[in-house]
């Protein structure tokens, strides 16, 4: 049975693109058959992320013009053969799909793949209502500042009066040491204000920058960011992995520690 | 050490009571001028029945389901 989600957030910035491109890659490293569809028409992203950008032919506007067939749009991935990359346009804009375009493709989408993983522009206009309208169910990506929260609030609003039930949070870009100061909002907090269930608390970690820029998604050895990417995608498959957080020790951020709610 | 720091004086409880305060509003589209013009209506209304202590008098809403409560403190006639 194949899934589509959407990640989403609101705010610009915060993350959406690298969420994809990780859990993407991590849903594919575990056997399953996965598409990334770049949904920000005008500003493409997600290939770069990928390292898929000097292989793109046709995009997500061509297949919805009938410019070219699904199957000659979708870029597999150098790494994992059962990853696919379905990229944006970068001439075009956001009115050049409607919603009813997006459902027809992502219905598509899910007959050859397991996941189907949409990757939300930043904001709430067409763009973000295009990415909302195939969706089951929906990541919403937020930081512990103020001004993600509050959007991320505004995007919750918006997909439940979509009728998406299934909503999950990622929290990203954490620092512990500011969290165990208490300059910086914790997992509990964010949790507190925004009213809806975890899926993943991710570390500002270097790693994610390092793999980005060599367009390697979830390429390092010992990250503690690319390993809650994995947790993550397991809990998408309905495993049940307990939160963990890093707590200080020594001066020294050490894995392990608390587990927190859920 | 980490005693030093009372949770108040730092900046992530402070954007959490933030955040707390201004999303309530936003989800109901009530700001918090509307809250305190409503206070004081209810102030107004509850005062024309009975003696309240009105500096006692709070109002807040509760998320999920959202649920506007008021705590009007009531003097009895000999305090009054």
């Given at each position: 049975m194949s899934e589509v989600i959407v990640i989403t957030s609101g705010k610009g910035g915060v993350g959406k693109t690298t969420t994809v491109a990780n859990i993407g890659t991590g849903l594919a490293a575990m056997g399953k058959k996965v598409v990334v569809v770049d949904t920000d028409i005008g500003l493409r992203n997600l290939d770069v992320v990928m390292g898929l950008e000097n292989r793109i032919v046709y995009n997500l506007v061509d297949v919805i013009n009938g410019s070219c067939r699904l199957k000659q749009a979708l870029i597999r991935d150098r790494r994992h053969s059962e990853l696919y990359l379905l990229p944006s346009a970068q001439t075009k804009d956001k009115t050049a799909v409607s919603p009813e375009q997006m459902i027809k493709l992502t219905d598509d989408l899910r007959e050859e793949f397991d996941y189907v993983l949409l990757d939300c522009p930043a904001g709430i206009e067409q763009g973000f209502r295009n990415a909302v309208a195939g969706a089951d169910r929906a990541l919403v990506v937020t930081t512990p500042e103020v001004s993600a929260i509050r959007d991320a609030d505004?995007?919750?609003?918006?997909?439940?009066?979509?009728?998406?039930?299934?909503?999950?949070?990622?929290?990203?870009?954490?620092?512990?040491?500011?969290?165990?100061r208490g300059d910086m909002m914790s997992v509990d907090d964010v949790l507190?204000?925004?009213?809806?269930?975890?899926?993943?608390?991710?570390?500002?970690?270097?790693?994610?920058?390092?793999?980005?820029?060599q367009g390697e998604p979830l390429s390092g050895k010992k990250s503690q960011a690319e390993e809650e990417y994995r947790n993550i995608c397991r809990r998408l498959m309905g495993e049940d992995i307990p939160y963990v957080t890093v707590r200080r020790k020594n001066n020294i951020f050490q894995r392990f520690g608390s587990i927190f709610r859920k | 050490m980490r005693a030093f720091f009372s949770e108040k004086n730092r900046?992530?409880?402070?954007?959490?009571?933030?955040?707390?305060?201004?999303?309530?509003?936003?989800?109901?589209?009530?700001?918090?001028?509307?809250?305190?013009?409503?206070?004081?209506?209810?102030?107004?209304?509850?005062?024309?029945?009975?003696?309240?202590?009105?500096?006692?008098?709070?109002?807040q809403i509760t998320q999920e389901p959202p649920v506007l409560h008021a705590v009007i403190p009531v003097l009895k006639k000999r305090d009054a």
């Open positions: 505004r995007i919750i609003g918006l997909l439940e009066s979509d009728g998406i039930r299934d909503i999950r949070l990622i929290i990203n870009r954490l620092r512990p040491e500011m969290v165990a507190e204000i925004l009213a809806v269930d975890l899926i993943g608390a991710i570390l500002d970690d270097e790693q994610i920058v390092i793999s980005t820029n | 900046s992530a409880g402070y954007a959490r009571d933030r955040m707390k305060l201004l999303l309530v509003s936003e989800r109901i589209d009530c700001s918090p001028q509307m809250m305190k013009l409503l206070r004081n209506d209810l102030i107004h209304t509850v005062k024309k029945y009975v003696v309240i202590d009105e500096k006692g008098v709070t109002i």
